[in-house]
């Protein structure tokens, strides 16, 4: 089933009314027809069937074998970081979003889990780094905020032939535009509260597993099973309806974005656009050899970072917020948000500075999101 289908109807199944859209059930509870009998669902923390309906289309969306919906992406990424024990090695990006390295930082160091940052867009660095404990390479592409662009394919080769798995972030394409699991990683996270809902109304977000896990598989059930992150079944039923227009919503973002990118670099306010569907990027064409769109999302730097915070405040359409993905254009200035709490080391490293803006672009008219961005830059 392509995309656009399977974003649309999903995995409903009608019952004996007919309903089009998937019934919501908030029991907490389920009826048993006998001893020794169950309908597949027994309490609501373990299974519910809005919730199963939408973690089988994301499983398809994404070619997986198992999705699980949570209640958020960091809770996915923290399933994540529990399959790790002491004394294992986990290789991360270098860009990543700022949440994603606090939690590895701050949280499970404790438990003695070695994190180490490198730029996996270096694939001979990246392999020097790989150790006989490296349990993971964990990766975003594009990543967050600077755009880079990471080899899927190749890093899910090394991952393997040194036994460890290969986990991708995948929100800031959606599976409309890139399946990473196709191209041999184990484990895709998304916050879902992004372009998967995109709306900026739920919080939201997916684990998904690749076919052939059940090994894996079956730790991750233990764990939500156990701790109850799952997303409830309201929440389910907001994100089904919101798949139905993934693909309509992203490629107009991926368009809108092409064109802003574009208009951005004859700015002369403008010193650096980072955006992969631009030619001159350097991952342009790994990223078109791996992912069928470029995305929303759009990077830029300005000439001062007396001019960032003021083109800020002067925004008229497009929101000074957090988060990305909606229908709605937001700004973003990561060094003071996103990424407040990065360790300046992997600033350095990475580029981000306090020039640094990150634009969300949503679905508006192009002409109107270039005006206020002309007005805010022009001041």
Known sequence: MQDYTLEVHGCHSYDCTGAITEPI????????PAFGQSTGYDYG?????????LEKTMAELERGGRAWALSSGMAAINLVMQLFSAGDHVLMSEDLYGGTVRLAG????????????????????????IRPSTRAIFIETPSNP?????????LAALAHDHGALLVVDNTFLSPHFQKPLTLGAD?????????????NDVIAGFLVMAKGREDIAGQ?????????????????WLMLRSLKTLGLRVEKQGENALALARWLQQQPQVTEVFYPGL????????????ATGFGGMVSFKVQTPELAKAVLGRLQLIAFAESLGGVESLLTYPIAQ????MPKELIRRTGLDDRLLRLSVGIEAVEDLQEDLRQALEG
């Open 106 to 129: 701050e949280i499970y160091s404790r438990y003695g889990i070695e994190f180490e940052y490198v730029d996996t867009t270096d694939l001979t660095l990246t392999a020097a780094k």
């Open 220 to 236: 991750v059930e233990l764990l939500v099973k156990s701790e109850g992150p799952n997303l409830s079944p309201m929440d389910a």
């Open 45 to 53: 923390r373990v299974a519910n069937p809005t919730r199963a309906a």
């Open 146 to 154: 600077m755009m880079l662009i990471s080899d899927i394919r190749s």
């Open 187 to 199: 484990m895709v996270v998304h916050s879902g509260t992004k372009y998967l809902c995109g709306h």
């Open 338 to 341: 996103t990424h407040a709490e």
């Open 25 to 32: 059930y908030l029991s907490a509870t389920f009826r048993h």
């Open 279 to 290: 030619p001159e990027h350097p991952g342009h064409e790994l990223h078109k050899s791996q």
